[in-house]
Each structure stands twice: as C-alpha cells, then as structure tokens.
C-alpha cells in the first residue's frame, strides 16, 4: 500500500487564489521530502528540498515567496502555492525517503499519488 | 549542468517481445541509479534500482548499469500490455545527496 500520501489529488482554484497540498509519510519519519512540478510530456523537475525544522532548500528558478513550504513535523510537509496563476496548472508531486533502516535499502523514494492543480 | 537523457520516444514494441530502454548521464560521480514507471496522471512508481556495475534482474526487468560508459539500460522481457507508459530513469550523484535527477522519460508502446 501506499506510504507517501498527497492531498488533495486535483484542485481547481482562481486566479489569485492560494492552494495548499499536503504531503504525509505514513509509517515513517521523513526528516527531507521532495516537490516535483511535471508539465504535460516533460518530466519531473524538482522544485525544493523540505527539511524538517528548517528552512526549505529551493532550485534556482523557483520563487520561494510563491511556492511557500513549511515541514512542520516529521511525517507532514506542506506546499503552498501563494497567488495562483494560469501558468502554475500543473501536476505536484511529492516524494519521502525512509531513512530508518528498517526497509531494505532498494525500497528508496516513495512517491505521492500528486496533485493536479488547475488555476482558472 | 548534470543531466540524465533518456530517448523521448515513443517506441512501440509487440506483446511478448523485449523492450529495451536507455538512459545516459553526465554526472561521472552518480552512485545511484532507478528505472520509474509512470502511467498517464499518475505518480512514478519504483520498477528497479542499481548500485554496481553489470546487470541485476527482478523478474521480468533487467537492469544495466556500465559506469565507465555512463550508461544505464532497463530491459522488460515478455513484454504485457500493462507495461504500456512512461519509464523515467533518475540519477542520485552520492549517497549523502538524497536529490534526484530524472529524464525526461521514454514512451513505451506494447502492441497487442
């Protein structure tokens, strides 16, 4: 079963809206999570690193003001999309490694099921 | 820039044939190495991952890794309908760095 879960996994919202998607490991502690973008037929790119407790690590190119992320707890890391725009309707994706031990070491990255955001 | 390239595809193989899948990167100090499955609006789903160089099986997936080449490869024998979708190859340059790198993933096709 699933180990990683994202909700919501689609969200319509205005323009100028804010929409946040959470991202929960379920039988684990994640002290990092992962968020990807994936536009249509590209593939994923990532976008910041959430460490619990401290401040996100962003790639260069995205907007940390907009793309807000707060890892508040080890199994729980939130994506907040600030002032949504047309051109932010993408699919969001969230990805935890199980550190622990306890999984064989092949297990790696889960993967939420994503979220596809529609800004209208 | 490291970066992971992977033949965008499509490729169209038929039911029971051997598809065969390529992906080569830039970063010589990659460690890691994963083949990801992804269905049309779905999240990526872990089909391997392979650590040394030469081949390592689990059922009908083959993984190839040639570090010296810089070359990854995933082989699907027997190949199903349901093998049908995106196949994403990803990079982790060490095992202290828990980042990513994917390709932008090959279309696979199987042909009933």
């Known amino acids: 079963g699933a180990v990683v879960s994202q909700h919501p996994s689609w969200v319509i919202c205005k323009s100028g809206t804010s929409v946040k998607i959470e991202c929960r490991s379920l039988d684990f502690q994640a002290t990092t999570m992962f968020w990807y973008r994936q536009f249509p037929k590209q593939s994923l790119m990532l976008m910041a690193t959430s460490n619990e407790g401290s401040k996100a690590t962003y790639e260069q190119g995205v907007e940390k003001d907009k793309f807000l992320i707060n890892h508040a707890s080890l199994t729980l890391s939130t994506l907040t999309v600030t002032s949504a725009h047309p051109e932010d309707s993408s699919f969001y994706i969230c990805s935890a490694r199980d550190a622990s031990g306890r999984r064989p070491r092949n297990t790696e990255a889960f993967f939420g099921q994503g979220t596809r955001l529609t800004v209208v | 820039q490291k970066e992971v390239e992977q033949n965008s595809g499509p490729l169209s193989v038929p039911e029971g044939a051997i598809a065969s899948l390529n992906c080569t990167y830039s970063?010589?100090?990659?460690?890691?190495f994963f083949w990801y499955r992804q269905y049309s609006g779905k999240s990526p789903e872990l089909i391997m991952s392979i650590y040394s160089n030469g081949d390592k099986e689990d059922g009908r997936f083959t993984a190839q890794l040639n570090k010296a080449s810089q070359y990854v490869s995933l082989l699907i024998r027997d190949s199903q309908p349901s093998d049908s979708a995106t196949y994403l190859c990803?990079?982790?340059?060490?095992?202290?760095?828990?980042?990513?790198?994917f390709g932008t993933g090959t279309r696979l096709t199987i042909i009933p």
């Open positions: 990803a990079v982790r340059a060490d095992f202290g760095n828990e980042k990513l790198t």
């Open positions: 970063d010589r100090g990659s460690q890691s």
